[in-house]
């Protein structure tokens, strides 16, 4: 067991590089056995979900090699074995989408069910639906899913989800690539992370179109060929360094962004007093004075990303006035990390889907527990604001989906560091 010690207080401030997108990558990763030879895929973060998942492929037979930091070449060529790991597949939630990859590849698949983050039920009805809709036979259990295909065999067809999920949406795409047909999902989720994977597979031959709206096309094609790839930048990650930059007073330069995916987030921490700056593939942060109370309600993209829920609630928690947080996503989603904010002198009121969170002129030091990953992130930033040391537990959530979070953090100059029990 490790834990995060924080001394915090002091104004974030210099420049921070943001790694390869979780996101993307736990989707492109799988999506490679799709892919007849070599897959070379650049900016790969170096994280622990990432480091599951390939540990799953080479399980399966997939050949992969780490020639230089954040670039992995993959090859399935050899893969057989359509029964990935159960005890490796239940360590991650993104394990889901070799569902659709092994049943785009080889017609059938034995997938434990994923775990990963657990702050809400997140059930992958729609994943099976879309599965179904491809002509597969799904037996689901408790603890697996069985795919194989049904009498009329698998070929594409026109899936309109009930709710907009990017997972359903990712693994549609991925089981449709290689099947005879059209396939057409209405109501797909249009996060960048589903247009960098529609980039992937078309890089691939795919020929995927219209991902990133609401209607994805994907034309089946015979197969794939190996090519080279880089991933987007991490949305979310650059979202909590600008929250922490935030949330501390700072003043951070955020390298390696597409600034269009971040309007969003930068639009409401403008909302709240930070001045940001807009360049290529950089934002600046300052946050001089104290910020200012705000309105937010989650969303599907291009609207505010229920991951990013908790950072800004503590930037809410040390704002004037008066903040209101809706949850549209993940309506249990406030239930992982509220607490912990409160017992740091955070005024939370959690009423049905929404936080009124009542903003204190400072937070101080304490013993919290991470209970998901982006809540861990949030706990991480007020223990960097707060008065005096802030000792952050489970911080294996947290190393899920952050690279080198205290090399990125030491460098703009907070007092952070892991400390094993
Ligand atoms: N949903 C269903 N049925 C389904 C699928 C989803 O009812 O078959 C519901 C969920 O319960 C939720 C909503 O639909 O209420 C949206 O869920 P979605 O499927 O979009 O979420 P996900 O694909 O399981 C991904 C990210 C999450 C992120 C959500 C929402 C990955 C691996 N995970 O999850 O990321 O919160 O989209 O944007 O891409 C994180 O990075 O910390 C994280 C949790």
């Excluded at 979202?239 to 987030?265: E, F, Q, S």
């Excluded at 969303?299 to 908790?310: L, R």
Aim: net charge negative; aromatic share 4%.
């Amino acid at each position: 067991m490790a834990r995060y010690e924080i001394k915090g207080g002091t104004p974030l401030s210099g420049t921070v590089t943001i790694s390869g997108a979780k996101n993307a990558a736990v989707a492109i990763l799988p999506a490679s056995l799709l892919v007849a030879g070599p897959c070379r895929i650049e900016n790969v973060p170096d994280i622990s979900d990432v480091r599951i998942l390939l540990s799953i492929l080479e399980g399966m037979g997939a050949d992969i090699q780490r020639p230089e930091e954040n670039v992995v070449i993959i090859d399935c060529s050899k893969v057989t074995d359509t029964r990935p790991n159960p005890e490796l597949v239940k360590k991650m939630r993104a394990s889901y989408y070799l569902m659709g990859a092994l049943l785009g590849r080889c017609g059938r698949a034995h997938v434990a069910l994923p775990g990963g983050c657990n702050f809400a039920s997140r059930p992958i009805d729609q994943h099976i639906k879309g599965f179904e809709a491809l002509g597969a036979d799904v037996e689901e259990t408790d603890d697996y899913v069985e795919l194989e295909p049904g009498p009329h065999g698998l070929q594409g067809n026109r899936i309109c989800l009930d709710i907009v999920s990017v997972g359903a949406t990712i693994n549609i795409i991925i089981a449709a690539v290689l099947l005879p047909g059209q396939t057409i999902i209405e109501n797909a989720a249009k996060e960048p992370h589903i247009v960098d994977l529609a980039n992937f597979l078309n890089t691939m031959g795919a020929n995927v179109s219209g991902a990133g709206t609401d209607t994805v096309k994907i034309r089946g094609v015979e197969s794939l060929k190996g090519g080279t790839y880089a991933i987007i930048p991490d949305q979310i990650e650059a979202g909590t360094y600008l929250a922490a930059a935030a949330a501390t007073g700072g003043n951070v330069l955020v390298r390696n962004v597409i600034p269009k995916h971040m309007d969003c987030i930068t639009s409401k921490l403008a909302e709240m007093g930070a001045e940001i700056s807009n360049y290529d593939d950089a934002l600046r942060i300052r946050a001089a004075g104290r910020l200012r109370h705000t309105t937010v309600k989650t969303h599907p993209y291009p609207g505010f990303p229920t991951d990013m829920q908790a950072q800004i609630c503590v930037c809410m928690s040390l704002a004037s006035g008066v903040s209101r947080l809706t949850e549209s996503v993940y309506e249990t989603r406030f239930f992982g990390y509220c607490s912990e904010l409160e017992s740091m002198g955070a005024d939370i009121q959690i009423n049905g889907k929404t936080a009124i969170v009542t903003g204190t002129d400072r937070l101080y030091g304490a013993t919290v527990s991470a209970h998901d990953l982006r809540a861990g992130a949030a706990l991480v930033i007020a223990g960097l604001a707060a008065e005096g040391t802030t000792w952050v537990k489970n911080i294996h959530y947290v190393e899920r989906g952050y690279e080198r979070l205290i090399g990125k953090l030491t460098a703009l100059g907070a007092a952070i560091r892991r400390v094993e029990d």
